[in-house]
Nanobody, 123 residues
Framework: QVQVVESGGGSVQAGGSLRLSCVVS????????VNWHRQAPGNHREVVADITRSGILTYADAVRGRFTIAMDNAKNTVTLQMSSLVPEDTGVYYC?????????????????WGQGTLVTVSS
């Protein structure tokens, strides 16, 4: 089975930085793309950054210029570098990955979420 595991959350003061990591494992053949979502208390889950296997990057307006998403295809790992954090960045950050797994030619698609990691930014 495919597993998506996030790490790197924590508490930081406004203006600080954090680096989140997302590792996708389980006989992964290809990762089509990964996105990071966040959910603040009482709010809907929203996408903050997206990366495709071909390297196309997309950011939410609220984080553009402060967050950087990157993918290491060899390690099936995606990072989210967050800088100049503000209290509004507080929330649970989730990694969401799509791709296929198994052994060619018997491959299956996956669409998997991690359990989330909490980021708290204090003023």
């Amino acid at each position: 089975q495919v597993q998506v595991v996030e790490s790197g959350g924590g508490s930081v003061q406004a203006g600080g930085s954090l680096r989140l990591s997302c590792v996708v494992s389980g006989n992964i053949f290809n990762i089509y793309g990964v996105n990071w979502h966040r959910q603040a208390p009482g709010n809907h889950r929203e996408v903050v950054a997206d990366i495709t296997r071909s390297g196309i990057l997309t950011y939410a307006d609220a984080v553009r210029g402060r967050f950087t998403i990157a993918m290491d295809n060899a390690k099936n790992t995606v990072t989210l570098q967050m800088s100049s954090l503000v209290p509004e960045d507080t929330g649970v950050y989730y990694c969401h990955a799509k791709g296929n797994y198994g052994f060619s030619p018997r491959l299956a698609e996956f669409d998997s979420w991690g359990q989330g990691t909490l980021v708290t930014v204090s003023s």
